[in-house]
């Protein structure tokens, strides 16, 4: 039996797969790395955090079975999308990595838009927002011109990875469409794009496809890893878009609900013509020549992890999300919203923050903790209206990421949205993704979608619960109405922080 591995460098860990050529996933392992808040709205990485965590999760995976390193044919990639990595010319990081949640670029964003709005959205496919790349670099270059200086190329955090793995520096196409630098239709930077911004095309490096194999492990990283030197390293993808793989979302009307530290809503686009008029993103896939389009909840597994931190720190996730069973659908008028890093879709609001209305003297701990679970869910609600609006709806939703290990949370998902929810095997969607780009850049399936129907297995389907459903509807409602409510007072506040 031969194998493959998927590293999935998320924002909260890396969890790495080694799956066979049947798509069992036959080991897993993960390590957390810190994420650094300095100021109000920032959120940066050590790059040299996820080399360690990535290194020990490939030595534990190793060590969990039999194995042998040189049955392990090829690795590759998910990676958290649009991180700043700035390099210099010896490939040294320049300085921490500026994060897809930090929100420092608010005035970035509207240079972006003041100077070629229309321009911007016809090219990039998206609207210019905080969490992209170039409103990152625009940043460092107008706060930080001695680093801006010293920098000879920028890559993403999955990119800088498997640079540090191979030795080869390039930027994978479904992550570098998250740049907002790149002509996503052609397939290719944007030299209007650069030239716009002062941007030297130089910093941006060639560009690979998903399932090109870019190398093999240096000598140096396969000695201390364990792996076998001959390993095939391909390109990989980014976590959104092997989400969308690792959930079979490979054909027109599939969609997907991903909670990780952000949530995301996404559906297959069969070309780049689908127009949200920048409501939602539009990136590439990491299927050939194929695209996707998604909202985002800035803040969804993580403003669960936030309030579990807070307020239950010993616990584990799977008892305290399970206490919220003992309250009930609207958490005796309890109501979160979940802004509580700001909000990307559908506001693009770097100043929201979150709210709890409706406290009362009655309520439990298990209250909020159901509340928290709903207001995320809420949030991807917000997401589909938008789809639904553009005359989108969904049969089903395949659920991925940590929050799909919850049974309650799914069906909390299949009430909230009235909709099926579909449960994997394994909800590691962007792992099982990665492993599946090893896979066909192997040539073990000729396709993705072949892949698929071997890799991605159904274990259940939620059904909506009608009167759930009817008591989510009138929740839902009131939640709508949070945001403007909300919006100038939590802005306010944040002079408080
Ligand atoms: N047992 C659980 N039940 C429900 N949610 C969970 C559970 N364990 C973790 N989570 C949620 O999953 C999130 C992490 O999901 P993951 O997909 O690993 O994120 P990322 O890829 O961003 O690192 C956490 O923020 C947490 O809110
Ligand atoms: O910014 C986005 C997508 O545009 C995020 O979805 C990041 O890609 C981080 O993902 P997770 O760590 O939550 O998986």
């Given at each position: 039996m031969k194998y493959v591995i998927g590293v999935d460098l998320g924002t909260s860990a890396v969890k790495v797969l080694l799956v066979d050529q049947k798509g069992a996933v036959v080991a897993q392992a993960s390590q957390p790395y810190p994420l650094s808040q300095?100021?109000?709205?920032y959120s940066e990485q050590d790059p040299e955090d996820w080399m360690r965590g990535v290194t020990a999760a490939i030595q534990e995976l190793l060590a969990k079975t039999?194995?042998?390193?040189?049955?392990?044919?090829g690795l590759s990639y998910s990676g958290q999308m649009h991180g700043l990595v700035l390099l210099d010319?010896?490939?040294?990081?320049?300085?921490p990595a500026i994060l897809w949640?930090?929100?420092?670029?608010t005035a970035q964003t509207a240079e972006i838009t003041a100077k070629i709005g229309a321009q911007f959205l016809a090219i990039t496919r998206n609207r210019p927002l905080e969490g992209f790349t170039l409103p990152k670099l625009l940043w460092v270059k107008e706060n930080e011109p001695v680093i801006f200086a010293q920098a000879a190329a920028f890559v993403l955090p999955k990119d800088y990875v498997r640079y540090r793995m191979t030795g080869q520096l390039e930027m994978e196409l479904s992550d570098a469409a998250?740049?907002?630098?790149?002509?996503v239709a052609g397939k290719k930077w944007s030299q209007a794009i650069c030239d716009a911004f002062g941007?030297?095309?130089?910093l941006c490096p060639p560009l690979v496809e998903a399932t090109a194999q870019v190398g093999t492990l240096t000598p140096a990283y396969a000695a201390v890893s364990?792996?076998?030197?001959?390993?095939a390293v391909f390109g990989g993808g980014a976590d959104n878009a092997c989400g969308a793989i690792g959930a079979g979302?490979?054909?027109?009307?599939q969609a997907m609900c991903s909670i990780g530290t952000s949530g995301v809503v996404l559906t297959y686009e069969?070309?780049?013509?689908?127009?949200y008029h920048g409501q939602l993103h539009l990136f590439n896939h990491a299927a050939p020549n194929a695209f996707y389009s998604m909202g985002v909840?800035?803040?969804?597994?993580y403003s669960l992890s936030w309030f579990k931190h807070t307020?239950?720190?010993?616990?584990?996730?799977t008892p305290f999300v399970n206490s919220?069973?003992?309250?009930i659908p609207g958490a005796h008028g309890l109501l979160f919203t979940p802004y509580i890093v700001g909000e990307r879709t559908p506001y693009a609001d770097a100043t929201i923050r979150g709210s709890f209305i409706?406290?009362?003297?009655?309520?439990?701990r298990a209250d909020f903790v159901r509340a928290v679970l709903e207001g995320i869910t809420f949030s991807f609600r917000d997401i589909l209206e938008i789809y639904a609006a553009n005359g989108k709806t969904f049969k089903q939703l395949v659920s991925i990421g940590g929050?799909?290990?919850?049974p309650l949370w799914l069906q909390m998902q299949a009430d909230v949205f009235n909709t099926p929810i579909v449960r994997l095997t394994s909800e590691q969607g962007p792992g099982l993704g990665a492993a599946m780009l090893a896979a066909v850049g192997l040539g073990w399936f000729a396709t993705l979608q072949d892949c698929a129907a071997q890799f991605v297995q159904v274990k259940q389907v939620y059904q909506p619960d009608p009167a759930a459903v009817a008591q989510y509807q009138k929740l839902y409602e009131c939640y709508r109405d949070v945001y403007p409510a909300t919006k100038d007072l939590t802005a306010r506040l944040i002079d408080f922080q």
């Open positions: 300095p100021k109000p709205g039999d194995v042998a390193p040189t049955d392990i044919e010319a010896q490939g040294n990081v320049l300085r949640n930090d929100t420092r670029t998250g740049t907002v630098m790149l002509d941007i030297p095309v130089s364990g792996l076998a030197p001959a390993t979302v490979l054909q027109p009307q069969p070309d780049a013509t689908a127009d909840t800035l803040a969804a597994g307020f239950a720190p010993d616990e584990d996730f919220a069973a003992t309250s409706g406290v009362d003297s009655k309520q439990t929050g799909a290990k919850s």
